[in-house]
């Protein structure tokens, strides 16, 4: 017997240590039952206590990696992480142009867990003018949010600005990740769409073991798109599974270790 599963393409960076990036990407896809394919933007070699090194792809590569999956088994949702180039962007822009790609989900990497950066300076413009006005959902952090609109944020209502401001860049919506800062006891997530606010609550799990969160939201979020759920439930979907992976406990590595994506 023969049937199709919906696939996710993730274009993102290679993670050496395995928690983050296209790996994550990998193991959160195929953990919910979908069919993941890759076009890798650069490779780091990494561990869970920093970036050693960072080598990255040409942007005719990752077009040519777009290419081949688009004509063969076409995904039916985009998962764009780590690009660090200017260049990068454009490429990805124009495959992503050319093939008609739907839901498209950007999550907006600039630095690591570990602190750090993973994009180079002037790439957050070219990543707003190039791949926001194609993104279904953007999946800023509080500290790419500020980057972003420009806006401080130590509230929630800060968090409210700094969406509104992101959401005119885009015509998707602009999930806002609390995990970082505002409340030290909750983990509550800002869904902007279309001027609406939508809180999406979530308790804050006390870890060091984080690496990879922000990429296993945004894989799982591509993943509920692409077996047509709207973006609402896509979310509330994708921060279940990150709150399960994260809960499980997985303790590896001597910094911020990986999530569990066998909970
Ligand atoms: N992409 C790559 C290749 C990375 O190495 C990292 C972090 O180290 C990220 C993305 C972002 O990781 P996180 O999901 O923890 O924000």
Redesign the pocket.
């Given at each position: 017997m023969t049937y199709a599963l919906k696939s996710v393409l993730s274009i993102?960076?290679?993670?050496s240590?395995g928690?983050?990036?296209?790996q994550?990407d990998i193991k959160t896809i195929e953990a919910l039952g979908l069919f993941a394919q890759t076009a890798v933007t650069?490779l780091?070699a990494?561990n869970t206590t920093g970036?050693a090194g960072v080598f990255e792809s040409t942007p005719e590569f990752v077009r040519a990696q777009m290419d081949a999956v688009f004509a063969d088994i076409r995904p039916d949702a985009v998962k764009i992480?780590?690009v660090s180039s200017g260049d990068l962007v454009r490429a990805i822009a124009s495959g992503l142009r050319s093939h008609g790609a739907k839901n498209v989900v950007v999550?907006p990497?600039m630095?690591?867990?570990?602190g750090?950066a993973?994009m180079g300076e002037g790439v957050k413009d070219v990543l707003v003018s190039e791949l926001f006005p194609l993104a279904r959902v953007v999946t800023p952090?509080i500290l790419e949010a500020e980057a972003l609109s420009g806006v401080s944020i130590s509230s929630k209502a800060d968090m409210e600005r700094a969406a509104q401001a992101i959401s005119a860049t885009t015509p998707g919506a602009v999930l806002v990740k609390g995990g970082h800062d505002v409340d030290a006891t909750r983990a509550d997530d800002l869904l902007y769409t279309e001027g609406n606010c939508m809180w999406i609550s979530g308790v804050r799990i006390e870890t060091s073991n984080?690496?990879?969160?922000?990429?296993?939201?945004s894989s799982a979020i591509a993943c509920g798109l692409a077996e047509g759920c709207d973006v609402e439930d896509a979310v509330v979907r994708a921060k279940r599974y990150v709150a399960g992976a994260l809960a499980a406990g997985l303790d590896m590595g001597q910094g911020?270790g990986p999530l569990d994506h066998l909970w």
């Open positions: 993102a960076g290679s993670d240590s928690g983050a990036g296209i994550a650069a780091t990494q970036v992480g780590m999550d990497v630095v690591a867990t570990s750090s993973l952090n984080t690496h990879g969160t922000g990429c296993t939201l911020c």
